[in-house]
C-alpha cells in the first residue's frame, strides 16, 4: 500500500525540489519550501511543525491571522515550535482595508501590486509597532507582476513594477525582497518563468538586494526552480485537496 501521510507527501515534494535542483545545477539550500495551509485545520499544521516546516502561507487574512496566534498558544503551552519561530506570509490578492491586521502577523506578502498597499502596509506596520503588537520592524515585500496584463488575476503591469519597487525603497519599515507571479492560464510555465527571471535581472539593476522570486506551486514547480525560483508556495501535493469549507 502507497504511503499516503502528510509526512510521505512533504518527503516527496522535498525530493521532487532536490532532484530539479540537480538537474539544473543549483543549490538545494537555494530554494524555500512554503506550505500553504489554506483552508487546512491547525492540527495539520502542528503536523507540519513537527516535521520541522516553519514556513507557511495563507491566502486569507483571517484565517492565517487565527492560525498565527493559535499557533503560539500551543507553542507557549506545549513548546511545539521548539524556539524555531514560524513565518507566517500572505500570498493571496490583498485588500487595502487588510493592510493593518496583516501588519500585525505577517512576516512578508508575496502580492504587492499597487501603489495602494504599498501606502497602507508601510501604515499599518508604524501602527502595529506603535501599538505594540508588532515587534519586528521589518515587512518583507515580493511585487506581484502580471505577466499576461490581465491584472484581475492580481499582479501589477510590468511598466509599473520600477515605480513600485522605488516606493517600497523609500519606506520606513518595507523590504523590497524581489518578484511574485502566477503564469498566466493556459501559459507555458518554461515561458512564463524565463519571462520573470528576465525581469527579476531588469530588477536587480537598481535593487540588487531584490533577489529573490517567488515562483511555482505543486504542479509547475520544476519548471519555476529551472528559471531561478527562490521560493516554492506548495499545498495540494503535501496537504492534499483542500477542506471543502
Given at each position: 500500500?502507497?504511503?499516503?501521510?502528510?509526512?510521505?507527501?512533504?518527503?516527496?515534494?522535498?525530493?521532487?525540489?532536490?532532484?530539479?535542483?540537480?538537474?539544473?545545477?543549483?543549490?538545494?539550500?537555494?530554494?524555500?519550501?512554503?506550505?500553504?495551509?489554506?483552508?487546512?485545520?491547525?492540527?495539520?499544521?502542528?503536523?507540519?511543525?513537527?516535521?520541522?516546516?516553519?514556513?507557511?502561507?495563507?491566502?486569507?487574512?483571517?484565517?492565517?491571522?487565527?492560525?498565527?496566534?493559535?499557533?503560539?498558544?500551543?507553542?507557549?503551552?506545549?513548546?511545539?515550535?521548539?524556539?524555531?519561530?514560524?513565518?507566517?506570509?500572505?500570498?493571496?490578492?490583498?485588500?487595502?482595508?487588510?493592510?493593518?491586521?496583516?501588519?500585525?502577523?505577517?512576516?512578508?506578502?508575496?502580492?504587492?501590486?499597487?501603489?495602494?498597499?504599498?501606502?497602507?502596509?508601510?501604515?499599518?506596520?508604524?501602527?502595529?509597532?506603535?501599538?505594540?503588537?508588532?515587534?519586528?520592524?521589518?515587512?518583507?515585500?515580493?511585487?506581484?507582476?502580471?505577466?499576461?496584463?490581465?491584472?484581475?488575476?492580481?499582479?501589477?503591469?510590468?511598466?509599473?513594477?520600477?515605480?513600485?519597487?522605488?516606493?517600497?525603497?523609500?519606506?520606513?519599515?518595507?523590504?523590497?525582497?524581489?518578484?511574485?507571479?502566477?503564469?498566466?492560464?493556459?501559459?507555458?510555465?518554461?515561458?512564463?518563468?524565463?519571462?520573470?527571471?528576465?525581469?527579476?535581472?531588469?530588477?536587480?539593476?537598481?535593487?540588487?538586494?531584490a533577489t529573490e522570486i517567488s515562483a511555482g506551486m505543486t504542479g509547475d514547480m520544476e519548471e519555476a526552480i529551472a528559471h531561478g525560483?527562490?521560493?516554492?508556495?506548495?499545498?495540494?501535493?503535501?496537504?492534499?485537496?483542500?477542506?471543502?469549507?
Open positions: 500500500m502507497t504511503d499516503n501521510t502528510i509526512a510521505s507527501r512533504y518527503q516527496a515534494t522535498l525530493d521532487r525540489i532536490a532532484q530539479a535542483c540537480q538537474r539544473v545545477g543549483r543549490s538545494r539550500e537555494d530554494i524555500t519550501l512554503m506550505v500553504v495551509t489554506k483552508f487546512h485545520p491547525l492540527d495539520e499544521v502542528l503536523e507540519l511543525v513537527r516535521l520541522g516546516v516553519r514556513t507557511f502561507g495563507e491566502n486569507r487574512e483571517q484565517e492565517a491571522r487565527q492560525k498565527a496566534y493559535d499557533l503560539l498558544e500551543r507553542d507557549a503551552a506545549e513548546h511545539v515550535l521548539a524556539g524555531i519561530p514560524a513565518e507566517w506570509s500572505m500570498i493571496g490578492q490583498l485588500q487595502r482595508n487588510k493592510c493593518n491586521a496583516v501588519a500585525r502577523w505577517a512576516h512578508s506578502v508575496h502580492s504587492v501590486d499597487s501603489v495602494s498597499l504599498v501606502n497602507g502596509l508601510e501604515r499599518g506596520m508604524q501602527r502595529a509597532l506603535d501599538d505594540g503588537s508588532r515587534e519586528n520592524p521589518q515587512l518583507g515585500v515580493y511585487l506581484q507582476v502580471s505577466l499576461d496584463g490581465d491584472t484581475a488575476r492580481g499582479g501589477a503591469l510590468e511598466s509599473d513594477i520600477a515605480e513600485l519597487a522605488d516606493l517600497v525603497d523609500d519606506s520606513d519599515h518595507l523590504v523590497l525582497r524581489g518578484l511574485m507571479s502566477v503564469p498566466p492560464l493556459d501559459a507555458d510555465p518554461s515561458v512564463a518563468f524565463a519571462h520573470l527571471y528576465d525581469l527579476s535581472q531588469q530588477l536587480r539593476t537598481n535593487h540588487p538586494y525560483s527562490t521560493c516554492i508556495r506548495v499545498g495540494t501535493a503535501i496537504l492534499g485537496p483542500r477542506p471543502t469549507h
